[in-house]
Nanobody, 120 residues
Framework: QVQLVESGGGSVQPGGSLRLSCAGSELAFSNYAMRWYRQAPGKERELVAGITKDSERTYYNDAVKGRFTISRDNVKKTAYLQMSSLKPEDTAVYFC?????????????WGQGTQVTVSS
């Protein structure tokens, strides 16, 4: 079964940094746009950042722009989310998503999530 595996979550103090990783070793990885979502308790899942398959373009939620950086390594079949200057409101479960659409067909995969907690 194809799957994505997130890692790198944990607990940090405000102002700290974490780097999340998303491994898609079973995928034809370079075919997929990669995205990071997050969901806090009682809130809807929101898109945090996205990156095109060849890293030509990136997208960031305004709440994280300037603090987070999305990247990918298609040889290692891994996507990353570098998070700096973390704030308590960044606390959430972070999910990796891979999406490929072509000719009426769709392949989409989700990781199981990794917890990020920012508190004093």
């Amino acid at each position: 079964q194809v799957q994505l595996v997130e890692s790198g979550g944990g607990s940090v103090q405000p102002g700290g940094s974490l780097r999340l990783s998303c491994a898609g070793s079973e995928l034809a990885f370079s075919n997929y746009a990669m995205r990071w979502y997050r969901q806090a308790p009682g809130k809807e899942r929101e898109l945090v950042a996205g990156i095109t398959k060849d890293s030509e373009r990136t997208y960031y939620n305004d709440a994280v722009k300037g603090r987070f950086t999305i990247s990918r390594d298609n040889v290692k079949k891994t996507a990353y989310l570098q998070m700096s200057s973390l704030k308590p409101e960044d606390t959430a479960v972070y999910f990796c998503n891979a999406l490929y659409r072509v000719d009426g067909r769709e392949w989409e995969y989700w990781g199981q999530g990794t917890q990020v907690t920012v508190s004093s």
